[in-house]
């Protein structure tokens, strides 16, 4: 059995007491982001970083209650239609849906992270008549078409057959929940890079001063120093960026930019932290047991999804320039 089968047949046994394990809601937003870290050091196979980082905040944020258990996100175009004739009807002072906002949906989510380990999912659409809704979907109304990413962490897509979602699991929300949805999603994979190139730099420094050659340490050697040299400034420069987000989280005018900075720069540190870790290591690093390829492997997922570098650069770049020139350095030195 691989270590990614492994992986699969401990996931639903870990959700199954995530209750118990999950943090309280108000837990403070830098030891979410710690446990995501942690998280992602250990290569754990479950859906931490979603759940705690992106699904319960958006939930919270919509005003829906917050099941227990592991949750994950999905996003992207449905078939969404309001079950009721009189699709203005709103009952609160806050907007929240009245009986009119049920919802019936058909339509396929794809690659959903850990779908298949949990008892729910939080999904945004654009909803009937524009404007996006965030609805609450259980495990039960979605049929499951398996995958897998790089690692062969579950990324399943989910299939909608007139999936019949009452109000009080569905919210109209503004497009900032949507953008908070997106940043939310790319410092939860920073979160976990992190991690995971933490592990890298701690697994390379061991094998390096275990691993003899030539009648000595590869450590010490200059040109091997070097590397470990440049692998620990990488994995630092993706921890002092993912910190930097994490204590913005409580700052709502910071925590967007900041969250798209961890991104980037997760994602920007991802190829020379792998390249320098497996150079060290030789072809042991690839082999099926290996515990860095459990690392690698991942990063290079993670650094693809939810957008990738690419994306989180364009938004860091639009963000200074509507800012003008007069802040620039301000952003820059965080001033």
């Not at 061991?206 to 994995?235: C, I």
């Not at 997922?301 to 938004?315: F, L, N, V, Y």
Request: aromatic share 4%; net charge negative.
């Amino acid at each position: 059995m691989s270590i990614e089968s492994c992986a699969e047949s401990v996931a639903e046994p870990l959700s199954e007491h995530a209750a118990d394990a999950l943090p309280p809601l108000d837990t403070a937003p830098t030891a979410l982001v710690a446990l995501a870290r942690d998280a992602g050091y250990r290569s754990t196979p479950a859906p931490l970083a979603e759940t705690l980082l992106v699904a319960r905040p958006l939930l919270a944020a919509a005003g829906l209650a917050v099941p227990d258990g592991q949750l994950t996100v999905a996003a992207g175009p449905l078939d969404v239609r309001f079950t009721h004739v009189d699709t203005d009807s709103r009952v609160g002072p806050s907007g929240a849906a009245g009986t009119d906002d049920a919802l019936r949906v058909s339509g396929t989510l794809h690659r959903v992270p850990w779908a298949r380990a949990v008892e729910a999912a939080v999904v945004l659409t654009e909803g009937p008549g524009g404007g996006p809704v965030l609805f609450l979907l259980e495990a039960t109304e979605w049929r499951q078409v398996a995958g897998t990413n790089l690692a062969g962490e579950p990324r399943d897509d989910l299939v909608l057959l007139d999936v019949a979602v009452p109000a009080e699991r569905v919210r109209r929300v503004p497009a900032a929940l949507v953008r908070e949805a997106t940043w939310r999603s790319g410092l939860a994979r920073a979160a976990l890079i992190a991690g995971a190139a933490r592990r890298c730099v701690e697994l390379t420094v061991d094998h390096t001063s275990s691993r003899v050659q030539f009648g000595r340490p590869l450590s010490h050697f200059q040109a091997v120093k070097q590397e470990e040299a440049k692998l620990v400034e990488e994995a630092a420069l993706v921890a002092a960026a993912v910190a930097a987000a994490a204590s913005a989280l409580s700052e709502p005018d910071s925590a967007e930019f900041t969250a798209w900075l961890a991104a980037a720069q997760a994602a920007a540190s991802v190829a020379e932290i792998t390249r320098i870790a497996h150079q060290l290591h030789g072809a042991i690093g690839f082999t099926e047991l290996s515990p860095l390829r459990l690392a690698t492997t991942r990063m290079w997922s993670w650094r693809d999804e939810d957008s990738g570098e690419r994306a989180w650069q364009q938004r860091i770049g639009r963000h200074v320039l509507d800012g003008g020139s007069g802040g620039l350095w301000q952003q820059v030195t965080g001033g």
